[in-house]
């Protein structure tokens, strides 16, 4: 029986990104030793067929916390934003958790052992948007050259969630925290502290983004123990284009010492011409090399 699993969720329209999700993961050969869960929101059943051949479990993600049918009519895919916090609920035989987003694939294996190893003893295993190279990480607009209307991630979902000015204020310049990928233990007490804030988030605010909220609300406010993972760990590359390293034909960070990325996150989309890298296959980026080349590149796992 294995005990530790990964677990991502998709509808229909994000099938290619699981399905290279999984691929990515099932290439390394330490992956024998994991199971691969699936959430179910939205795929066909030609969809399922295929994933049924490649993972352990398949299960229809739900409500798991009842939100206005208004918010949600059509939009299946939004489940995301409540099921992962249920982990345990949906597959219960597994010891180790490690959630991995749909637009975002493996590539070095090392990064699977930091999160698994980080979530040792309750801990949640979680990386923050951060890093070397990042200038901006908060915005504000400026009222007569010295006064702030603050409009971070942490506070701008804050206060449509009207959990209340004074925790607002405490997310509002603290270190985004990442949902998209994260490990957990059964038994963490993270999960039921993320879910009671979930629920608030819920209640309010808007459904896509409320378990990021939920999460950074746990940690900052509630201070669940966290194991802070480095940025290569979950690497989103909307927020800064990775380098590539020809010698080695990976993708690597982009200053010194090039470290290579472990998870490549294309949460938010890699735009170029209107097109979304996650919806179209052909698109490519320009990238630097680690010897000052440019390469024109896609980011989507074996393009």
Sequence with gaps: ???????????SNYFDLLNELVDSIKRFKESSSLAICILDAGLN???????????DEIKKAEWDIKVSALKVQGKEWLKSQVSRAFL??????????????CDAWVNDWNSVELYLKACENGKLGITQTLGPGYKIMSKVSWLFGRFAIIKSQNFKHAVSSKIGLK??????????????????????????????????????????????????????IDNVETEFLPLKCNWIASNMLPKYDEYNNSFVEPYLPNYKIGIMHLAAGIWKDGKDMRIDKNIRVDLKTITNETVSKSLRFGQ
Aim: net charge positive; hydrophobic share 40%.
């Design 167 to 220: 925790k607002a204020r405490k997310l509002a310049f603290s270190p985004h925290i990442n949902i998209g990928v994260f490990s957990l233990e059964k038994n963490s007490p993270c999960w039921e502290i993320w879910q009671k804030n979930l629920k608030t988030t819920l209640s309010s605010g808007k459904i896509f983004g409320s378990e990021g909220l939920a999460i950074n609300m746990s940690v900052y």
């Design 45 to 55: 059943e030609n969809q399922i067929s295929i994933l049924s051949t490649k993972v």
């Design 1 to 11: 029986m294995k005990k530790n699993v990964i677990v991502s969720l998709a509808d």
């Design 88 to 101: 345990p609920r949906y597959f219960p035989s597994y010891e180790k958790y490690l959630w991995i987003d």
